[in-house]
């Protein structure tokens, strides 16, 4: 099956038929992820080295856009195994790079689903900065790490997890490994009952003793910042602002429809005959497609190596995570008290587009960063 036969296969109706229950009972969507499986989704973006269907960028951000519009939840877990493939895979040299090599195989025939575990409780939002050092062990090492905010935890097969590089006291000097999810001394730390996003199994995670293998690490010695900076980050901020892109065209989608079937039957009349009402909607519209043209602008950038990469990067995410909200606003107003019942989805759809904005790196982070950049300074 090739990669754009992929994309237009997303089980967007099976993703979106279990969405408010994932969301009701705060719930791991094992059925989404498992029909992400039989699409064949799990490994897009892996080429064929890896036995994979191949994808970019732009293939890639196609996919989760629709999955996230379908389910939030659902959304951020493809993100983070997206994101964590992506890093694997830069941190690994070749189909015959031992344990790093067969998991790419195993991804990509959808055997196996993965994510991050980078942010600590010591440094918070700040992901590219470890508390944690990891502890030499004959050619491995040991970590020991309060990792806060993994996704899937206790779903996930493995982590792409950071920890300081043995013998370093600065916190951006890191390793990056590869962690089986059920090595010993691993603790999920409880279940996630947030705002948003109920579904995607957001956990602290605990590292106790845990003893990596040498074959276990991404990338060479003290290499993991590079890693993230190269790799993490654009692939998060991509598949995070097209989380986006998605709940707020699913939100759009659903208010328009209500406000068409939604009549005033002493005046003959619908909500969408309001002047006030077509122009929230308009609003919303214009800002939607704002954003999703910059996604798609940047994951251009992105896969070709362009110039604008760099600052697209910055930009994206937090464009993204602000329009979200301000077009399920919208949405939410539109339609009225219908809006914050439950059958509508706008109401989850309001809750789960808040997340962005301070997931790491968060919007004010970003527009920090941004603003270095345009000025010239060191952004870290």
Same mark, same amino acid.
């Given at each position: 099956?090739?990669?754009?036969?992929?994309?237009?296969?997303?089980?967007?109706?099976?993703?979106?038929?279990?969405?408010?229950?994932?969301?009701?009972?705060?719930?791991?969507?094992?059925?989404?992820?498992?029909?992400?499986?039989?699409? &064949?989704?799990?490994?897009?973006?892996?080429?064929? $080295?890896?036995?994979?269907?191949?994808?970019?960028? $732009?293939?890639?951000?196609?996919?989760?856009?629709?999955?996230?519009?379908?389910?939030?939840?659902?959304?951020?877990?493809?993100?983070?195994?997206?994101?964590?493939?992506?890093?694997?895979?830069?941190?690994?040299?070749?189909?015959?790079?031992?344990?790093?090599?067969?998991?790419?195989?195993?991804?990509?025939?959808?055997?196996?689903?993965?994510?991050?575990?980078?942010?600590?409780?010591?440094?918070?939002?700040?992901?590219?900065?470890?508390?944690?050092?990891?502890?030499?062990?004959?050619?491995?090492?040991?970590?020991?790490?309060?990792?806060?905010?993994?996704?899937?935890?206790?779903?996930?097969?493995?982590?792409?997890?950071?920890?300081? #590089?043995?013998?370093?006291?600065?916190?951006?000097?890191?390793?990056?490994?590869?962690?089986?999810?059920?090595?010993? &001394?691993?603790?999920?730390?409880?279940?996630?009952?947030?705002?948003?996003?109920?579904?995607?199994?957001?956990?602290?995670?605990?590292?106790?003793?845990?003893?990596?293998?040498?074959?276990?690490?991404?990338?060479?010695?003290?290499? &993991?910042?590079?890693?993230?900076?190269?790799?993490?980050?654009?692939?998060?901020?991509?598949?995070?602002?097209?989380?986006?892109?998605?709940?707020?065209?699913?939100?759009?989608?659903?208010?328009?429809?209500?406000?068409?079937?939604?009549?005033?039957?002493?005046?003959?009349?619908?909500?969408?005959?309001?002047? &006030?009402?077509?122009?929230?909607?308009?609003?919303?519209?214009?800002?939607?497609? *704002?954003?999703?043209?910059?996604?798609?602008?940047?994951?251009?950038?992105?896969?070709?190596?362009?110039?604008?990469? *760099?600052?697209?990067?910055?930009?994206?995410?937090?464009?993204?995570?602000?329009?979200?909200?301000?077009?399920?606003?919208?949405?939410?107003?539109?339609?009225?008290?219908?809006?914050?019942?439950?059958?509508?989805?706008?109401?989850? *759809?309001?809750?789960? #587009?808040?997340?962005?904005?301070?997931?790491?790196?968060?919007?004010?982070?970003?527009?920090?960063?941004?603003?270095?950049?345009?000025?010239?300074?060191?952004?870290?």
């Amino acid at each position: 099956m090739t990669v754009d036969s992929r994309i237009r296969s997303v089980p967007t109706d099976q993703i979106a038929a279990i969405a408010a229950e994932v969301d009701r009972e705060a719930r791991f969507p094992t059925e989404s992820i498992a029909a992400l499986r039989a699409a &064949g989704l799990l490994g897009i973006g892996l080429d064929e $080295t890896y036995g994979g269907p191949g994808g970019g960028p $732009t293939e890639v951000v196609a996919v989760v856009e629709s999955v996230a519009g379908a389910c939030a939840s659902t959304g951020m877990i493809f993100t983070m195994h997206v994101v964590a493939t992506q890093t694997l895979l830069a941190g690994t040299d070749g189909p015959a790079d031992g344990v790093k090599a067969d998991v790419l195989r195993a991804i990509a025939t959808g055997d196996h689903l993965a994510t991050l575990a980078y942010s600590e409780r010591g440094s918070r939002s700040h992901f590219w900065a470890q508390v944690s050092r990891a502890i030499p062990d004959g050619d491995g090492v040991i970590v020991n790490a309060d990792k806060s905010w993994v996704t899937s935890a206790g779903h996930a097969d493995s982590y792409v997890t950071a920890s300081g #590089a043995p013998g370093s006291e600065d916190p951006t000097t890191t390793e990056l490994y590869l962690v089986d999810a059920r090595a010993p &001394g691993i603790e999920v730390l409880g279940g996630f009952d947030g705002l948003g996003m109920r579904g995607n199994a957001s956990s602290p995670v605990a590292f106790r003793g845990v003893s990596i293998a040498p074959e276990r690490r991404i990338g060479g010695s003290a290499t &993991g910042f590079g890693l993230m900076m190269s790799a993490t980050l654009p692939w998060f901020v991509l598949c995070s602002a097209a989380t986006s892109v998605g709940i707020a065209g699913s939100a759009i989608t659903a208010a328009s429809a209500h406000v068409t079937g939604a009549r005033f039957e002493h005046l003959g009349s619908s909500l969408a005959d309001i002047p &006030g009402v077509r122009a929230r909607l308009a609003e919303a519209k214009i800002r939607h497609m *704002q954003a999703r043209a910059l996604l798609y602008e940047v994951a251009a950038e992105v896969a070709s190596g362009g110039a604008g990469a *760099q600052l697209g990067v910055l930009a994206l995410k937090a464009a993204a995570a602000e329009m979200a909200i301000d077009v399920t606003d919208q949405a939410m107003r539109a339609c009225g008290g219908a809006a914050f019942s439950r059958h509508l989805g706008l109401e989850r *759809q309001f809750r789960d #587009a808040r997340a962005a904005s301070v997931m790491a790196p968060t919007t004010d982070v970003l527009h920090d960063l941004l603003g270095k950049a345009l000025t010239g300074q060191d952004l870290f």
